[in-house]
């Protein structure tokens, strides 16, 4: 795209470990300044094969149109490979990998949509997981997350049997499982970055109350978080051309400064 150098780079051996760093130029007539830091943008699809990274690349391609240096991260999914701990790993080791770029790490924001906005709040919290847990003791920790809708409730959403019972397909096990408690972004609060969960007004794929109920839960615990509604539905969030989107950008340039 016009403004914007793209390069695909692997962090694993696996087809499905890869990234899509969007570089941003300064020349680009959205932003003739760059912005300090970097976007990661993990996308949803409720955790399977068939949802993969092209659901992140148009928000990769606005944010680096707009002085953004992007990161568009893709992963094994249930159905590929991914499913515990397949995929908490993938996310690690991904986000783990721009530390070994040329990149300013002065910031780093997660957005994550929906399944995504899971994976982004879990990732947040890495550093507090005990050494058994995949991704303990991360390299890279972001500084902020942008949570879309996201399924913030395992144990509710596994309740709800939401998507197929995507969660149950996704983790297996049982909820007491300590899988759960270490993937559960509601039971792993507080986490070091300021969360935004936004969601759709109009969402009825992931119910908007998970995201009131994590921020009420992690503020509970001390956490820095906050929720925002926007309109639009569940897809509004991930589509350039909404209102829905664009707050989701405003809060990625204010985290990065």
Same mark, same amino acid.
């Given at each position: ?6 390069? #695909? ?25 760059? #912005? ?54 993938? *996310? ?18 997660? *957005? ?48 709800? #049997? ?23 972004? #509601? ?50 969030? *991930? ?19």
């Amino acid at each position: 795209m016009p403004g914007a150098a793209v390069q #695909r780079i692997s962090y694993g051996s696996d087809p499905q470990q890869y990234g899509e760093l969007y570089r941003a130029a300064a020349s680009s007539q959205a932003a003739p300044l760059l #912005r300090p830091g970097v976007a990661v943008i993990v996308h949803g699809g409720y955790w399977r094969a068939r949802y993969g990274a092209e659901l992140g690349r148009p928000l990769a391609e606005d944010l680096a149109a707009h002085g953004v240096t992007s990161w568009n991260l893709e992963y094994r999914r249930a159905g590929n490979g991914g499913g515990w701990p397949e995929t908490f790993e993938d *996310i690690a080791a991904g986000i783990d990998a721009l530390a070994a770029l040329d990149l300013d790490l002065s910031a780093v924001v997660l *957005i994550g949509h929906s399944a995504g906005g899971q994976l982004a709040l879990w990732a947040a919290g890495r550093s507090a997981l005990p050494p058994e847990a995949p991704g303990a003791q991360p390299e890279v920790m972001p500084t902020a997350v942008v949570s879309q809708s996201g399924v913030l409730d395992l144990v509710a959403a596994r309740e709800l #049997r939401l998507s197929d019972d995507a969660v149950l397909n996704f983790l297996g096990a049982s909820p007491d499982d300590p899988r759960y408690h270490w993937a559960d972004p #509601r039971q792993r609060v507080p986490v070091s970055a300021t969360v935004w969960a936004v969601y759709g007004e109009a969402d009825e794929t992931v119910p908007p109350h998970f995201s009131t109920d994590y921020v009420s839960t992690a503020l509970a615990a001390g956490g820095r978080a906050a929720a925002l509604a926007v309109p639009g539905d569940h897809y509004a969030l *991930i589509d350039p051309s909404t209102e829905a989107w664009r707050s989701c950008r405003e809060l990625v340039f204010h985290e990065l400064g």
